[in-house]
């Protein structure tokens, strides 16, 4: 079956430090990778879409900049919170899809002190 | 574009009787598919229903939703909700042939005795 693995669970990183997270697909073959981040008491907003061979696309008020994504294979993705303050907490999850579903993997949580 | 549109924050329903959350779309793409996840409490979450056939009804767990294109909705449905229903349900709608969602912002469901 298809899965996403996803990684750290939870971190813990101090204001204005860097963290990277990972994801891995199994199973499939991950041609889309997107990122999301839920924050506390809110839903969870598209940060970017990675597509194999095609830039990847930030939604309105993610960039690149503080957001790097790589997606180098097929089976993995990682993507790097910049500088993260107090809003950058929450959930982070990558979904990843061959084409026909999306799977998540069990979310990043960032605590920033 | 598309958007996923969940009109209530928080649903209360006393248990054993039905309960509806409310979910509409809009969205530009022909060929769409929709999803109800729940999310418990320091989870991910975890898809609960999908469907991309209009008109017909999808059940899982004791929920049920129905694809209605003419109304962009896809609301989700139980005869008699339970203690352990409590939880973050979230309607969202599969983008771009599948390689991403786009979530609606989510309705807490609260059964209470």
């Known amino acids: 079956g298809a899965l996403v693995y996803q990684y750290p669970r939870r971190t813990i990183c101090k204001s204005g430090t860097s963290m990277r997270m990972e994801c891995q697909a199994v199973?499939?073959?991950?041609?889309?990778v997107a990122w999301y981040r839920q924050s506390p008491q809110k839903t969870f907003e598209l940060i970017a879409l990675?597509?194999?061979?095609?830039?990847?696309?930030?939604e309105q008020n993610f960039t690149q900049e503080k957001f790097p994504i790589s997606h180098p294979n097929l089976s993995f993705s990682s993507m790097t919170v910049l500088n993260a303050y107090l809003e950058d907490r929450g959930l982070y999850l990558c979904?990843?899809?061959?084409?026909?579903?999306?799977?998540f993997g069990k979310g990043t949580r960032l605590t920033v002190v | 574009g598309d958007s996923v549109t969940q009109t209530e924050g928080l649903v209360t329903v006393t248990e054993g009787l039905p309960v509806k959350l409310n979910c509409t779309y809009q969205?530009?793409?022909?060929?769409?598919?929709f999803f109800w996840y729940v999310q418990y409490l320091n989870e991910a979450p975890q898809v609960l229903l999908r469907s991309s056939t209009d008109n017909k009804r999808t059940e899982h767990q004791g929920f049920h939703a129905t694809l209605h294109k003419s109304s962009s909705s896809f609301h989700l449905q139980k005869s008699s909700a339970q203690l352990s229903d409590s939880a973050l349900y979230y309607c969202a709608l599969s983008g771009n042939s599948g390689t991403y969602q786009r979530f609606g912002t989510g309705t807490k469901l609260q059964v209470v005795p």
């Open positions: 199973g499939f073959q991950a041609t889309s």
């Open positions: 969205t530009t793409y022909l060929t769409i598919a």
């Open positions: 990675s597509t194999v061979n095609s830039a990847i696309k930030y």
């Open positions: 979904g990843a899809s061959g084409g026909v579903e999306v799977f």
